[in-house]
């Protein structure tokens, strides 16, 4: 009931506006009944700031608190488990020796590159061998990238293997 009387007084809407009439018989109940439930249904009436705060609250879109905490939890650990994954690639191509247990080279080489360079992949551990090139990143500034360490095992393979490309 606290919460009723802090509400502030609005006038009622029009619909709600019945004229009663001064001279009513104070011996009728019904009539004094009646005059009751209309000022009880003035005092509650929805008032038009009441209905569009109402409209207001319909109107905002669902957020489920659950299903957030839930979205950013599964985030984090997919971050975590790529991170996770990242290494043991990484530990992986450290630990690789890029040869067949018949000791045959595990490199392959790739030539349908533009810069015409070749680039070489093992085929045990996946790792990408490249010589320097340049790289343009999100700002279009192109930069150099360094050749990669394996770089002269790969001009090796070419160098042992060329004879096979030409004729
Ligand atoms: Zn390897």
């Known amino acids: ?8 007084r609005v006038k009622a809407p029009r619909i709600l506006k019945v004229k ?3 001279a009513v018989p104070a011996h009728d109940p019904i009539m ?7 000022k009880s249904l003035r005092e ?11 409209i207001e609250g319909i109107k905002k879109p669902y957020v489920d608190e659950k299903m957030l905490e839930r979205e950013k939890r599964e985030a984090a650990k997919t ?10 690639v990484a530990k ?18 790739v030539h349908n590159f533009p810069d015409r360079q070749t680039r070489g992949q093992c085929n045990l551990c996946r790792c990408w061998i490249e010589p320097a090139h340049y790289e343009i990143g999100f700002d279009q500034i192109p930069r150099l990238v360094p050749e990669h ?7 090796q393979i070419e160098a042992e293997t060329s004879w096979q490309l030409v004729g």
């Open 32 to 38: 004094a009944e009646f005059i009751e439930v209309v």
């Open 1 to 8: 009931m606290a919460t009723q009387t802090a509400t502030p």
């Open 79 to 88: 971050k975590k488990d790529m991170e996770n994954q990242r290494i043991l």
């Open 44 to 54: 509650n009436a929805f008032t038009p700031a009441m209905l569009k705060e109402l």
């Open 149 to 155: 360490p394996l770089y002269q095992r790969v001009r």
């Open 92 to 109: 992986a191509q450290s630990l690789c020796r890029h040869t067949y247990k018949n000791g045959g080279e595990a490199i392959a080489t």
């Open 20 to 22: 009663v009439a001064k």
